[in-house]
């Protein structure tokens, strides 16, 4: 599998990464090199393995189905880059 | 008389209890040893104020029936959050973050009466294994390359592992995700513990993979490993993946009798191309082991070789899942945006302007194997292969072994500058330490030589999942039969 420009900049999209025209031939070639790494990988006989969910067994925990935390707009909002009148504040999303 | 930034926990804790020092005095001569050794970036925020105000509390409490940690100064990795002081996993896009909260694990330390002198440097994000992708930049190693070549001290807990070679701390938190406390404590001579997936909380740490990342404690020995990891193992009911097991007085385990046990040596980590001197290191290892009236038997891990290429799938994959959050919305940078520019065009110059080139590379690459017509491909192959690599370990600890000898590092510590270009070259580093991760098992380094060139080499230790007072019962034996008291000289 080798990854061209075209999918280099549809990743780059993906991931929400402005990537520069002119830098994308070097990321695609970083790409290549990576996945080429991985590659090894379909050396592997994984015929009837399952894919790991969980490393060590356990179960999950269960709880009471109760409000445990809240009530702390300030405090949410303190590191906002851009907070106003107790809201998160962006650019506008809906014309 | 030592100088008592030198000092070790266990030594600390003995004369604080007898009256001879006072936390105070060991974290002012702490807080001067920062101060003079800026050249080793090391510490990226420090916090003399916080760590004097706990230090007089410390000393006000007294040392009758404390915890064994109470007035200890330690370091704190970036990748912690720390309430009221900046916590930026050293990267610029949580530049300014002040978390309003304290992570599970340093805030046990915290309540178990341990001192913060500051926040250390690392990779951004834990993404690295020379702490050269960090937005402060470089830590270096305090251990001089020949010629006086500055060196790396590994990574990612590069500025734990440089702050506790150097004695500016007695111990540090670390965080291990493919061996980012196990090998940076190899490069530095120091020890370095990676508990079991789920014995130490992962709430309040920066996420990088969530299925892999585990905190542990790095110290100038396995004694003090112990003493830190009695008090930041525990369950947690804010991380559901942290186990709730009974945590054993690691200390108490230190008996240094490890008569019958059987050590497994691998015959896959007998790698091409490996340094003679880290193949002798690996023999004398197991020699004084056996010395020690352990059995010795060779083993084999047969999908070892695919460890590292299924961690850079499936690292990037959770890294790309968890980076999703830097958004430039509710914390730390956001771009500034042009004319016109919508919240897409806010996301994606926020994320270029904020992230550094190895953790775009990560997220990108995670993007890929999780995009819809390569899930099955990438991501599920290789968390097949990972069932597989698990699997090797459980039959091997089932047939009776009880620990694993392997070196920790496939080389001594680096120059700066050397490896950066290539970052294949780069993940080879974790060659040795990322099957642990990958089967969530306990793992320690313990330096146990030097190469010819004067650097500190250390070996591994591998254990049973949650033994880990087992595991540093065998590496207390193993660091008592090596003898390694070098330290570095003093440049910086």
Redesign the interface.
């Known amino acids: 599998?080798s990854?061209d420009i075209d999918?280099a900049r549809k990743?780059?999209?993906?991931?929400?990464?402005?990537?520069p025209e002119e830098e994308l031939p070097a990321?695609a070639g970083?790409?290549n090199?990576?996945?080429g790494?991985?590659?090894?990988?379909?050396?592997?006989d994984?015929d009837d393995?399952?894919?790991?969910?969980?490393?060590?067994p356990?179960r999950?925990?269960r709880?009471e189905d109760v409000v445990t935390d809240g009530g702390?707009q300030a405090?949410?909002l303190?590191?906002?880059?851009?907070a106003r009148e107790g809201f998160?504040a962006?650019?506008?999303?809906v014309e | 008389m030592t100088e008592l930034n030198t000092l070790k926990i266990s030594e600390a804790r003995d004369a604080l209890r007898k009256g001879e020092v006072t936390s105070v005095e060991l974290t002012e001569a702490c807080l001067a040893a920062i101060d003079g050794a800026d050249a080793l970036g090391a510490f990226v925020h420090k916090t003399p104020e916080i760590a004097l105000e706990r230090a007089k509390a410390a000393d006000a409490r007294g040392y009758d029936g404390q915890p064994d940690l109470n007035g200890i100064p330690l370091g704190i990795k970036d990748l912690f959050c720390t309430e009221g002081v900046p916590s930026q996993a050293a990267s610029r896009i949580l530049q300014?973050?002040?978390?309003?909260y304290e992570s599970t694990v340093s805030a046990q330390l915290r309540s178990a009466g341990a001192v913060m002198l500051g926040k250390l440097n690392m990779d951004e994000f834990a993404m690295g294994s020379s702490n050269e992708t960090s937005c402060y930049g470089n830590a270096v190693n305090p251990w001089k390359g020949e010629n006086g070549a500055e060196l790396t001290p590994g990574g990612s807990s590069g500025g734990s592992a440089s702050a506790v070679a150097a004695d500016l701390c007695l111990g540090a938190t670390g965080t291990d995700t493919g061996g980012s406390i196990r090998q940076p404590a190899a490069f530095t001579g120091i020890t370095g513990l990676k508990p079991?997936?789920?014995r130490c909380s992962r709430w309040g740490i920066v996420a990088f993979a969530s299925?892999l990342d585990q905190a542990g404690p790095m110290a100038r020995d396995v004694r003090d490993c112990a003493i830190m990891m009695s008090a930041m193992a525990g369950h947690d009911?804010k991380d559901?993946?942290s186990?709730?097991l009974p945590v054993p007085d690691f200390e108490a385990a230190l008996t240094g009798d490890i008569r019958g046990k059987v050590i497994g040596i691998p015959k896959e980590y007998r790698m091409d191309g490996m340094p003679e001197e880290i193949e002798t290191l690996w023999t004398e290892g197991a020699e004084m082991l056996k010395d020690a009236g352990a059995e010795l038997r060779d083993i084999s891990l047969p999908?070892t070789?695919?460890a590292?290429?299924?961690y850079?799938?499936i690292a990037p994959a959770e890294a790309?899942s968890n980076l999703?959050r830097y958004?430039?919305?509710?914390?730390?940078?956001?771009a500034k945006?042009s004319q016109g520019?919508?919240?897409?065009?806010?996301?994606?110059?926020t994320?270029?302007e904020g992230?550094g080139a190895e953790v775009?590379?990560r997220?990108?690459?995670g993007?890929?194997?999780l995009?819809a017509g390569?899930y099955d491909?990438?991501y599920?192959?290789?968390?097949?292969?990972?069932?597989?690599i698990?699997r090797d370990f459980d039959e091997v600890y089932a047939s009776g072994v009880d620990a694993i000898l392997t070196p920790a590092t496939p080389s001594a510590a680096f120059e700066l500058g050397k490896e950066v270009s290539?970052?294949?070259e780069m993940?080879l580093n974790d060659i040795f330490t990322v099957t642990v991760n990958?089967?969530?098992l306990p793992g320690i380094a313990v330096p146990t030589g030097m190469s010819g060139t004067g650097l500190p080499l250390g070996l591994q230790l591998i254990g049973r999942?949650w033994e880990e007072a087992d595991l540093l019962n065998c590496a207390y034996t193993l660091e008592r039969a090596a003898g390694f008291v070098s330290k570095p000289a003093k440049w910086w």
């Open positions: 599998m990854i999918t990743v780059a999209h993906l991931a929400r990464i402005a990537v990321l970083e790409f090199a990576i996945l790494f991985i590659e090894q990988l379909s050396e592997v994984v393995v399952e894919p790991m969910v969980s490393v060590t356990m999950l925990k709880r702390q405090k949410v303190s590191n906002a880059p851009d998160f962006v650019p506008k999303v | 300014g973050f002040k978390p309003e079991t997936y789920g299925s009911p559901s993946t186990a709730d999908h070789k695919y590292l290429p299924a850079y799938v790309s999703a958004d430039g919305v509710r914390f730390g940078h956001r945006l520019d919508g919240i897409t065009e806010m996301y994606e110059k994320r270029a992230f775009k590379r997220v990108m690459v993007t890929y194997v995009s390569f491909a990438y599920n192959r290789a968390r097949k292969v990972r069932t597989l698990k290539d970052p294949v993940y990958l089967a969530g999942p």
